[in-house]
């Protein structure tokens, strides 16, 4: 996940709010690093993240773009022919992440005043018009709840004949229920396995219950901590705690608090069910499973996806198979040193898992016995955000 301005949860905002420099040097180093996409983020009050993509994609060779895109504000229809004119000019590197919005405060910043459950049914008619936007060759009219048009035909269509793949996050029954329905990737924050599991069955169950064939594929996202040792990892978790504590990334905390549409006492609980997951999780215990680590979550309030992996880069990259285990096909990870943590992934942790999962596939080929659930898959090494990995629309 890339951002325009070099800032975190342990340092204030460093440089303008649109830093041309920083950006490109952060897409560039996730680039080298071997990711398959970023994600560029959303918000009622930061930098437009189309124009974002934009930028970057003239700048990188074959870096994917996830762009998170809030429905609603701008005619699907629009909305259709501005991705499929990114994802021409950058060559087919286009996917679009679907946020509905969990807080009637943000939305309203932008002039939606619809709640929550109408917002969701209105993104299932939109995600529905996206699609159709994206395959037709010929005219088509719609008329429905929130959306009524006539004869719309664009010359303008994806790289890909599949269209643009739609990743969809949420935590909720809704999201559930609409991102089931649509989503080529359906993204989830990082908690315990067992709670994760537990998600992917729903999500799962929503595809059927839409007379899905196949379910979506799983994003699961972190925030690794690394170090040459067990102790010198635990060492700089325990120093990024104490920042964030400290209050030295205070702006930027205040930021995703505003981004999540909270306001008053900082202890104010969030409005959205996945920060409401994460603090949950948290409540339960510091440590889960292999290396999960969630005072992270607590001390910002779980604004975003704030939970860490932590240890050698050989025992975050089992932490992260151990998802893949359970069905995800996708690996988000960014760190609370953006850009220096970038670069250490691609050096230290994306070749092991790599490393693991071609060891499996060779396994798995040279034995009749049905491989483990998620192993014949390279997932994406950021919210990598695609049917699959990027690989797969190449």
Known sequence: MIGTQDASET????????????????????????????????????PDGAQVAAYVAARTERLGLLVAHRPGFIAPTLAARSFATLDQFSGGRVAVHTIT??????????????????????TDEYLTILRRAWSSAEPFSHEGRHYRFEEYGSEVLPVHASGIPLYFGGSSEAAYRVGGRHADTFAL??????????????????????????????SVSFRPILGATEELAWERAHRILDTIKSGAGRPFFDQARHYQGQSGPANAGPANVG???????????????????????TATGAGGNTTALVGTPETVARALLDYVDIGATTLLIRGYDPLDDAIAYGRELIPLVHQELAHRR???????????????????????PSLDPLGSHR
């Open 275 to 297: 920060s409401q997951r994460l603090l949950a999780a948290a409540a339960k215990g510091d440590l889960h499973d292999r290396a999960l680590w969630t005072p992270t979550a």
């Open 11 to 46: 340092r204030p905002p460093s440089g303008p709010v649109i830093d041309r420099d920083y950006t490109v040097r952060f897409a560039r180093a996730h680039e080298d690093a071997g990711f398959d996409r970023i994600l560029i983020g959303y918000s009622s009050s930061r």
């Open 189 to 218: 924050w990082g908690e315990p396995l067992a709670e994760t599991a537990e998600q992917i069955a729903s999500v799962r169950a929503a595809a059927v219950a839409a007379g899905r064939t196949a379910p979506p594929g799983i």
């Open 101 to 122: 919005g969990g807080n009637d405060t943000e939305q309203r910043r932008d002039g939606d005043y619809l709640d929550k459950e109408q917002r969701y049914d209105r």
């Open 362 to 384: 060779a396994t798995a080929a040279a034995s009749p016995v049905a491989s483990p659930v998620g192993s014949s898959a390279r997932p994406a090494a950021s919210y990598a």
